[in-house]
Protein backbone atom coordinates (compact mmCIF):
# COMPACT_ATOMS: atom_id res chain seq x y z
CA UNK A 1 0.00 0.00 0.00
CA UNK A 2 1.21 3.29 -0.74
CA UNK A 3 2.41 5.70 2.04
CA UNK A 4 1.67 9.40 1.79
CA UNK A 5 4.00 11.44 3.89
CA UNK A 6 2.22 14.63 4.81
CA UNK A 7 3.97 16.23 7.42
CA UNK A 8 7.11 16.77 9.09
CA UNK A 9 7.20 16.53 13.21
CA UNK A 10 9.20 14.76 15.98
CA UNK A 11 6.04 13.23 17.37
CA UNK A 12 2.49 13.13 16.61
CA UNK A 13 -0.32 12.16 19.95
CA UNK A 14 -3.00 11.40 16.96
CA UNK A 15 -0.96 8.76 16.32
CA UNK A 16 -2.14 5.07 17.31
CA UNK A 17 0.32 2.44 19.71
CA UNK A 18 3.98 3.45 20.06
CA UNK A 19 4.91 6.96 19.29
CA UNK A 20 7.71 8.46 18.29
CA UNK A 21 10.10 9.72 15.92
CA UNK A 22 11.80 7.70 12.95
CA UNK A 23 15.94 7.18 12.35
CA UNK A 24 15.98 6.32 8.95
CA UNK A 25 19.28 4.65 7.61
CA UNK A 26 20.16 1.41 5.38
CA UNK A 27 23.48 0.83 7.47
CA UNK A 28 22.56 -0.52 10.86
CA UNK A 29 25.44 0.38 12.52
CA UNK A 30 25.87 3.95 11.06
CA UNK A 31 22.16 4.07 12.30
CA UNK A 32 22.75 3.21 15.82
CA UNK A 33 25.53 6.04 15.79
CA UNK A 34 22.50 8.67 16.41
CA UNK A 35 19.57 6.52 17.55
CA UNK A 36 18.32 7.33 20.73
CA UNK A 37 15.65 6.23 23.66
CA UNK A 38 12.05 6.51 22.51
CA UNK A 39 13.30 6.64 18.48
CA UNK A 40 11.54 4.21 16.10
CA UNK A 41 14.46 2.87 13.98
CA UNK A 42 14.15 2.30 10.41
CA UNK A 43 16.72 -0.04 8.51
CA UNK A 44 17.57 -2.33 5.65
CA UNK A 45 19.15 -5.45 7.01
CA UNK A 46 18.59 -8.89 5.91
CA UNK A 47 19.24 -11.34 8.38
CA UNK A 48 19.53 -8.78 11.39
CA UNK A 49 23.10 -10.13 13.16
CA UNK A 50 23.75 -10.74 16.91
CA UNK A 51 26.29 -7.41 16.76
CA UNK A 52 23.30 -5.06 15.12
CA UNK A 53 20.63 -6.04 17.30
CA UNK A 54 23.05 -5.91 20.54
CA UNK A 55 23.43 -2.35 19.05
CA UNK A 56 20.00 -1.70 18.65
CA UNK A 57 18.93 -3.08 22.39
CA UNK A 58 21.79 -1.02 23.57
CA UNK A 59 19.76 2.71 22.25
CA UNK A 60 16.34 0.49 23.57
CA UNK A 61 14.18 2.34 20.58
CA UNK A 62 10.45 2.01 20.83
CA UNK A 63 10.31 -0.74 17.63
CA UNK A 64 12.67 -1.97 15.09
CA UNK A 65 11.15 -1.42 11.34
CA UNK A 66 12.95 -3.40 8.92
CA UNK A 67 12.37 -3.08 4.68
CA UNK A 68 14.55 -6.36 4.82
CA UNK A 69 13.94 -10.09 5.87
CA UNK A 70 15.14 -10.27 9.59
CA UNK A 71 15.16 -13.93 9.30
CA UNK A 72 15.50 -15.38 6.18
CA UNK A 73 15.95 -18.88 6.79
CA UNK A 74 19.12 -19.07 5.51
CA UNK A 75 20.64 -19.70 8.87
CA UNK A 76 19.75 -19.11 12.85
CA UNK A 77 20.71 -15.48 12.74
CA UNK A 78 20.42 -14.14 16.62
CA UNK A 79 19.50 -10.65 16.44
CA UNK A 80 15.73 -10.88 15.84
CA UNK A 81 15.89 -12.94 19.14
CA UNK A 82 18.11 -10.36 21.66
CA UNK A 83 15.19 -7.43 20.08
CA UNK A 84 12.22 -9.69 21.20
CA UNK A 85 13.80 -10.80 24.40
CA UNK A 86 14.42 -7.26 25.03
CA UNK A 87 10.89 -6.38 24.79
CA UNK A 88 11.28 -4.35 21.13
CA UNK A 89 8.64 -4.60 18.94
CA UNK A 90 10.49 -6.09 14.94
CA UNK A 91 8.34 -5.54 11.85
CA UNK A 92 9.17 -6.39 8.72
CA UNK A 93 7.72 -4.39 5.87
CA UNK A 94 8.07 -5.81 2.58
CA UNK A 95 8.74 -2.43 0.19
CA UNK A 96 12.13 -1.82 -1.20
CA UNK A 97 11.11 1.74 -1.99
CA UNK A 98 9.93 2.51 2.33
CA UNK A 99 13.42 4.00 3.26
CA UNK A 100 13.42 6.33 0.26
CA UNK A 101 9.68 7.86 1.02
CA UNK A 102 10.43 8.42 4.91
CA UNK A 103 12.34 11.37 6.42
CA UNK A 104 14.27 11.04 9.41
CA UNK A 105 12.82 12.68 12.36
CA UNK A 106 8.96 12.67 10.88
CA UNK A 107 6.26 11.38 13.54
CA UNK A 108 5.39 7.72 13.27
CA UNK A 109 3.53 5.03 15.51
CA UNK A 110 3.73 0.90 15.76
CA UNK A 111 0.54 -0.88 16.57
CA UNK A 112 0.55 -4.33 16.34
CA UNK A 113 1.78 -5.17 12.99
CA UNK A 114 0.77 -1.95 10.72
CA UNK A 115 3.62 1.29 10.50
CA UNK A 116 1.76 4.62 10.74
CA UNK A 117 3.46 7.73 9.75
CA UNK A 118 2.41 11.23 10.03
CA UNK A 119 -1.31 11.51 8.23
CA UNK A 120 0.03 8.89 5.44
CA UNK A 121 -2.24 5.84 4.91
CA UNK A 122 -1.16 2.84 7.08
CA UNK A 123 1.40 0.01 5.70
CA UNK A 124 0.84 -3.08 6.87
CA UNK A 125 4.10 -5.99 7.86
CA UNK A 126 5.03 -9.22 9.56
CA UNK A 127 5.61 -8.67 13.69
CA UNK A 128 7.73 -10.98 14.86
CA UNK A 129 6.75 -13.06 17.98
CA UNK A 130 7.73 -15.75 20.13
CA UNK A 131 5.80 -18.58 18.31
CA UNK A 132 6.63 -16.97 14.35
CA UNK A 133 10.84 -16.59 15.46
CA UNK A 134 11.07 -20.02 16.71
CA UNK A 135 9.21 -21.63 13.69
CA UNK A 136 11.72 -19.32 11.86
CA UNK A 137 14.73 -20.54 13.52
CA UNK A 138 13.82 -24.48 13.54
CA UNK A 139 13.56 -23.88 9.37
CA UNK A 140 16.97 -21.86 9.29
CA UNK A 141 18.67 -25.06 11.50
CA UNK A 142 17.57 -27.08 9.23
CA UNK A 143 18.68 -25.84 6.46
CA UNK A 144 22.59 -24.80 7.87
CA UNK A 145 23.66 -28.03 5.75
CA UNK A 146 23.50 -26.12 2.66
CA UNK A 147 25.74 -23.48 4.09
CA UNK A 148 28.26 -25.53 5.01
CA UNK A 149 28.30 -27.18 1.70
CA UNK A 150 28.73 -23.49 -0.19
CA UNK A 151 31.05 -22.92 3.10
CA UNK A 152 33.34 -25.89 1.68
CA UNK A 153 32.92 -24.38 -1.48
CA UNK A 154 34.36 -20.58 -0.75
CA UNK A 155 37.05 -22.15 1.46
CA UNK A 156 38.59 -23.82 -1.96
CA UNK A 157 37.85 -20.29 -3.97
CA UNK A 158 39.73 -18.65 -1.18
CA UNK A 159 42.79 -21.01 -1.12
CA UNK A 160 43.34 -21.08 -4.91
CA UNK A 161 43.24 -16.51 -5.02
CA UNK A 162 45.40 -16.20 -1.67
CA UNK A 163 47.55 -19.49 -0.98
CA UNK A 164 50.42 -17.46 -1.85
CA UNK A 165 49.75 -14.65 0.72
CA UNK A 166 48.18 -17.47 3.23
CA UNK A 167 50.68 -20.04 3.18
CA UNK A 168 54.30 -18.35 2.46
CA UNK A 169 53.37 -14.45 3.50
CA UNK A 170 53.43 -12.54 -0.11
CA UNK A 171 52.06 -9.93 -0.39
CA UNK A 172 51.96 -8.68 3.30
CA UNK A 173 53.36 -4.87 3.27
CA UNK A 174 55.91 -3.69 4.93
CA UNK A 175 54.90 -1.74 8.51
CA UNK A 176 56.54 0.32 10.95
CA UNK A 177 54.80 -1.12 13.74
CA UNK A 178 57.18 -3.79 15.98
CA UNK A 179 55.58 -6.86 16.80
CA UNK A 180 58.33 -9.02 17.09
CA UNK A 181 58.57 -11.22 20.30
CA UNK A 182 55.82 -9.29 21.52
CA UNK A 183 51.88 -9.99 22.50
CA UNK A 184 49.57 -8.40 19.64
CA UNK A 185 45.40 -7.95 20.63
CA UNK A 186 43.03 -7.52 17.75
CA UNK A 187 39.84 -5.48 18.64
CA UNK A 188 36.84 -6.13 16.29
CA UNK A 189 33.89 -4.11 17.15
CA UNK A 190 31.90 -7.14 17.82
CA UNK A 191 30.63 -10.06 20.03
CA UNK A 192 31.15 -8.94 23.54
CA UNK A 193 33.50 -6.59 22.95
CA UNK A 194 32.93 -4.17 25.61
CA UNK A 195 33.29 -6.90 28.25
CA UNK A 196 36.40 -8.69 26.64
CA UNK A 197 37.89 -5.03 26.91
CA UNK A 198 37.32 -4.50 30.54
CA UNK A 199 38.39 -8.14 31.83
CA UNK A 200 41.54 -7.50 29.97
CA UNK A 201 42.39 -4.64 31.32
CA UNK A 202 45.16 -5.80 33.84
CA UNK A 203 46.51 -8.13 30.90
CA UNK A 204 47.01 -5.18 29.31
CA UNK A 205 48.80 -2.58 31.96
CA UNK A 206 51.58 -5.66 32.67
CA UNK A 207 52.00 -7.07 29.27
CA UNK A 208 51.73 -3.70 27.00
CA UNK A 209 50.26 -5.77 24.29
CA UNK A 210 50.64 -3.90 20.59
CA UNK A 211 47.10 -2.47 20.48
CA UNK A 212 45.12 -3.10 17.10
CA UNK A 213 41.98 -1.90 16.50
CA UNK A 214 40.34 -3.27 12.87
CA UNK A 215 37.89 -0.45 12.11
CA UNK A 216 35.46 0.59 14.36
CA UNK A 217 37.79 -2.11 17.11
CA UNK A 218 39.88 1.23 17.09
CA UNK A 219 37.09 3.67 18.88
CA UNK A 220 36.35 0.65 20.81
CA UNK A 221 40.17 0.94 22.22
CA UNK A 222 39.90 4.57 22.55
CA UNK A 223 36.61 4.54 24.38
CA UNK A 224 38.36 1.69 26.62
CA UNK A 225 41.10 4.16 27.21
CA UNK A 226 43.61 2.78 25.63
CA UNK A 227 45.43 4.28 22.87
CA UNK A 228 45.53 1.96 19.39
CA UNK A 229 49.03 1.55 18.08
CA UNK A 230 47.70 0.18 14.86
CA UNK A 231 44.24 0.89 12.72
CA UNK A 232 43.56 -1.87 10.29
CA UNK A 233 40.59 -1.88 7.80
CA UNK A 234 38.07 -0.50 4.72
CA UNK A 235 38.21 2.61 6.91
CA UNK A 236 34.21 2.88 6.71
CA UNK A 237 33.35 2.82 10.47
CA UNK A 238 36.16 4.66 12.52
CA UNK A 239 35.91 8.33 13.37
CA UNK A 240 38.44 10.84 12.23
CA UNK A 241 39.76 11.66 15.79
CA UNK A 242 40.86 8.30 16.17
CA UNK A 243 42.69 7.97 12.51
CA UNK A 244 44.52 11.34 13.49
CA UNK A 245 45.83 9.85 16.80
CA UNK A 246 49.04 8.77 15.55
CA UNK A 247 48.45 5.31 14.81
CA UNK A 248 49.58 3.48 11.76
CA UNK A 249 47.19 2.94 9.51
CA UNK A 250 46.66 -0.03 6.93
CA UNK A 251 44.04 0.30 4.58
CA UNK A 252 42.65 -2.68 3.15
CA UNK A 253 42.21 -2.77 -0.33
CA UNK A 254 40.67 -5.14 -2.81
CA UNK A 255 42.52 -7.81 -4.76
CA UNK A 256 42.82 -5.97 -8.18
CA UNK A 257 44.27 -2.94 -5.86
CA UNK A 258 41.02 -0.72 -5.58
CA UNK A 259 40.94 0.93 -2.42
CA UNK A 260 37.94 3.43 -1.40
CA UNK A 261 39.31 4.03 2.23
CA UNK A 262 42.59 5.81 0.79
CA UNK A 263 40.52 9.11 0.13
CA UNK A 264 39.66 9.20 3.37
CA UNK A 265 42.39 8.75 5.52
CA UNK A 266 44.73 11.04 3.09
CA UNK A 267 42.16 13.76 2.86
CA UNK A 268 42.67 13.46 7.35
CA UNK A 269 46.67 13.89 6.29
CA UNK A 270 47.83 10.44 7.15
CA UNK A 271 49.88 8.10 4.88
CA UNK A 272 48.37 4.83 4.86
CA UNK A 273 49.78 1.41 3.93
CA UNK A 274 47.57 -0.46 1.52
CA UNK A 275 46.84 -4.45 2.06
CA UNK A 276 45.20 -6.07 -1.11
CA UNK A 277 43.73 -9.16 0.21
CA UNK A 278 40.55 -11.16 -0.61
CA UNK A 279 39.90 -12.05 3.75
CA UNK A 280 38.50 -9.91 5.78
CA UNK A 281 39.83 -6.70 7.40
CA UNK A 282 40.01 -8.77 10.83
CA UNK A 283 41.99 -11.55 8.60
CA UNK A 284 44.60 -9.35 7.38
CA UNK A 285 45.28 -7.97 10.94
CA UNK A 286 46.14 -11.44 11.73
CA UNK A 287 48.63 -11.98 8.83
CA UNK A 288 50.07 -8.51 9.90
CA UNK A 289 51.20 -9.68 13.62
CA UNK A 290 51.50 -13.31 12.42
CA UNK A 291 54.31 -12.57 9.77
CA UNK A 292 55.65 -9.46 11.46
CA UNK A 293 56.77 -12.04 14.65
CA UNK A 294 54.38 -11.83 17.77
CA UNK A 295 54.69 -14.65 20.06
CA UNK A 296 50.58 -14.47 20.59
CA UNK A 297 47.70 -12.72 18.92
CA UNK A 298 44.36 -12.28 21.36
CA UNK A 299 41.36 -11.91 19.57
CA UNK A 300 38.27 -9.67 21.04
CA UNK A 301 35.35 -9.59 19.35
CA UNK A 302 36.32 -11.46 16.21
CA UNK A 303 34.15 -14.65 14.46
CA UNK A 304 35.33 -18.23 15.93
CA UNK A 305 31.94 -20.79 14.99
CA UNK A 306 30.02 -20.85 11.61
CA UNK A 307 26.88 -19.54 12.41
CA UNK A 308 29.20 -16.35 13.48
CA UNK A 309 30.58 -16.48 10.15
CA UNK A 310 27.83 -16.59 8.60
CA UNK A 311 26.58 -13.30 10.44
CA UNK A 312 29.77 -11.56 9.08
CA UNK A 313 27.77 -11.49 5.84
CA UNK A 314 30.48 -12.77 3.90
CA UNK A 315 30.71 -15.53 1.32
CA UNK A 316 31.00 -18.04 3.86
CA UNK A 317 33.94 -16.38 5.57
CA UNK A 318 36.18 -19.20 4.60
CA UNK A 319 39.31 -17.01 4.62
CA UNK A 320 38.73 -16.31 8.68
CA UNK A 321 38.88 -19.59 8.40
CA UNK A 322 41.61 -20.59 6.96
CA UNK A 323 43.39 -17.86 8.49
CA UNK A 324 42.84 -19.32 12.20
CA UNK A 325 44.47 -22.26 10.71
CA UNK A 326 47.46 -20.22 9.73
CA UNK A 327 47.82 -18.44 13.39
CA UNK A 328 46.18 -21.03 15.28
CA UNK A 329 49.00 -22.19 17.52
CA UNK A 330 49.12 -18.21 18.29
CA UNK A 331 45.88 -17.38 18.33
CA UNK A 332 43.60 -16.91 21.85
CA UNK A 333 40.56 -15.83 22.69
CA UNK A 334 40.24 -12.34 24.80
CA UNK A 335 37.68 -15.02 27.07
CA UNK A 336 40.25 -17.49 27.32
CA UNK A 337 43.27 -14.96 28.37
CA UNK A 338 40.46 -13.05 30.99
CA UNK A 339 39.91 -16.82 32.94
CA UNK A 340 43.43 -17.99 32.94
CA UNK A 341 45.54 -14.95 33.31
CA UNK A 342 46.15 -13.30 37.01
CA UNK A 343 47.83 -10.16 37.65
CA UNK A 344 51.48 -11.44 38.73
CA UNK A 345 53.11 -9.77 42.04
CA UNK A 346 57.21 -9.53 41.79
CA UNK A 347 59.29 -10.03 44.73
CA UNK A 348 60.42 -6.49 45.13
CA UNK A 349 56.31 -5.53 45.40
CA UNK A 350 56.27 -8.00 48.09
CA UNK A 351 58.95 -7.20 49.93
CA UNK A 352 58.16 -3.01 49.33
CA UNK A 353 54.85 -4.09 51.01
CA UNK A 354 56.53 -5.94 54.18
CA UNK A 355 58.58 -2.81 54.41
CA UNK A 356 55.67 -0.47 54.18
CA UNK A 357 53.73 -2.68 57.21
CA UNK A 358 56.26 -2.19 59.69
CA UNK A 359 57.00 1.27 59.34
CA UNK A 360 53.12 1.75 59.98
CA UNK A 361 53.34 -0.57 62.83
CA UNK A 362 56.17 1.65 63.98
CA UNK A 363 54.34 4.48 63.69
CA UNK A 364 51.16 3.41 65.35
CA UNK A 365 52.87 2.11 68.20
CA UNK A 366 55.34 5.62 68.94
CA UNK A 367 51.91 7.42 68.16
CA UNK A 368 50.72 6.12 72.18
CA UNK A 369 52.10 5.90 75.24
CA UNK A 370 51.68 2.24 75.86
CA UNK A 371 53.24 2.01 72.24
CA UNK A 372 55.96 4.06 73.38
CA UNK A 373 56.71 1.87 76.49
CA UNK A 374 56.93 -1.75 74.37
CA UNK A 375 58.92 -0.31 71.76
CA UNK A 376 61.49 0.71 74.29
CA UNK A 377 61.24 -2.51 76.15
CA UNK A 378 61.39 -3.97 73.04
CA UNK A 379 64.69 -1.72 72.35
CA UNK A 380 66.25 -2.89 75.72
CA UNK A 381 65.52 -6.71 74.93
CA UNK A 382 67.51 -5.96 71.81
CA UNK A 383 70.65 -4.55 73.34
CA UNK A 384 70.49 -7.69 75.78
CA UNK A 385 71.04 -10.09 72.49
CA UNK A 386 73.21 -7.76 71.04
CA UNK A 387 75.46 -7.96 73.84
CA UNK A 388 74.94 -11.99 74.37
CA UNK A 389 76.47 -12.13 70.74
CA UNK A 390 78.99 -10.10 71.19
CA UNK A 391 80.09 -12.15 74.54
CA UNK A 392 79.59 -15.09 72.23
CA UNK A 393 81.80 -14.13 69.81
CA UNK A 394 84.68 -12.25 71.41
Not at 46 to 54: A, N, P, Q
Not at 164 to 190: A, C, K, N, W, Y
Not at 221 to 245: C, F, K, N, Q, Y
Not at 294 to 312: C, M, N, P
Request: charged share 25%.
Amino acid sequence: MALRLTRDASRDPALPGLNGPLRVDRRTKDLTKRLKQGDIAVIDHTDIDRVSGEALVQCRPLAVVNAGASVSGRYPNAGPRLLIDAGIPLLDVDDETLLDRLKDGMAASVEDDVLHVASGDPVSGQRWDEASLAAAMDEARAGLSEQLEAFAANTMEYITQERDLLFDGVGVPEISTQMLDRHVLIVVRGYHYKEDLAALRHYIREYRPVLIGVDGGADALVEAGHRPDLIVGDMDSVSDAVLTSGAEVVVHAYRDGRAPGVARVEALGVTPVVFPATGTSEDIAMLLADDRGATLIVAVGTHATLVEFLDKGRAGMSSTFLTRLRVGSKLIDAKGVSRLYRTRISSWSLVGLGLVCLVSLFVALWSTPTGQATLQLLGARWDDLWALIEGLIT
